[in-house]
């Protein structure tokens, strides 16, 4: 090879590891109210996918898709499935998606009829997101604990919420799902 070829091999890798380097990073998060932000005074600046974006700086793009009352349920209530958000997450093509349903699910009008679902259609939602053009990573969350005072908690919902939990914390065992991340050592 001669030097000026050699030498335009060596701008061309540079050029790539530069592009490649600088590229920003785009995280999806996707969830119930608590990441839309539902309750939180000043929603758009206080609600943790912003918060998430200020944390991560200018190398990062991070979109909230969350939606109030979702469930992760295909025949819950109030399906994430069907929500615009849920296209719109997709059409972001992230590098990374946050995933925090599984609340919702536990009411008694989605959990004792569909529970046997539950894990089929979290697996069905991260294949969704995995097999986007973008390959993200998929991380999954344990859910927002209830506190007294929740209707669901008044309800009984507790031995629910701990299933449900279980379940999430059984599917995170699949190391999949959590790559480590630029500031995890």
């Known amino acids: 090879m ?14 790539f590891v530069f592009v490649s ?3 920003t990073i785009k995280i999806a998060c996707v969830g119930d109210s608590v990441t839309y932000g539902y309750g939180i005074e000043n929603r758009e600046e206080n609600c943790y996918p912003n918060q998430l974006q200020n944390l991560l ?3 990062y793009i991070v979109e909230n898709f969350g939606y109030s009352g979702a469930t992760m349920l295909k ?3 109030k399906p994430y499935w069907d929500k615009t958000v849920f296209t719109k997450s997709q059409e972001f ?6 995933i925090h349903l599984g609340l919702n699910d536990q009411g008694n009008n989605n959990w004792p009829k569909y529970k046997a679902e539950f894990v089929n259609d979290y697996l069905d939602m991260i294949a969704v997101y995995k097999n986007l ?3 993200p990573k998929v991380i999954i969350c344990k859910m927002s604990p209830t506190f007294s005072g929740h209707h669901w908690f008044e309800e ?11 379940k999430i914390e059984e599917e995170q065992k ?3 799902y959590f790559p480590k991340l630029p500031w995890q050592s």
Do not use: D, W
Request: net charge positive; charged share 15%; hydrophobic share 30%.
């Open 2 to 15: 001669n030097s000026k070829n050699s030498n335009l091999a060596i701008l061309f890798m540079l050029c």
């Open 21 to 23: 380097y600088c590229q």
């Open 57 to 59: 700086g200018s190398n």
């Open 75 to 77: 025949n819950g209530h």
């Open 93 to 98: 093509l992230p590098n990374i998606v946050v």
């Open 133 to 135: 053009p973008s390959k």
């Open 156 to 166: 009984g919902m507790r031995e629910s919420f701990k299933e449900i939990q279980t």
């Open 174 to 176: 699949n190391k999949t």
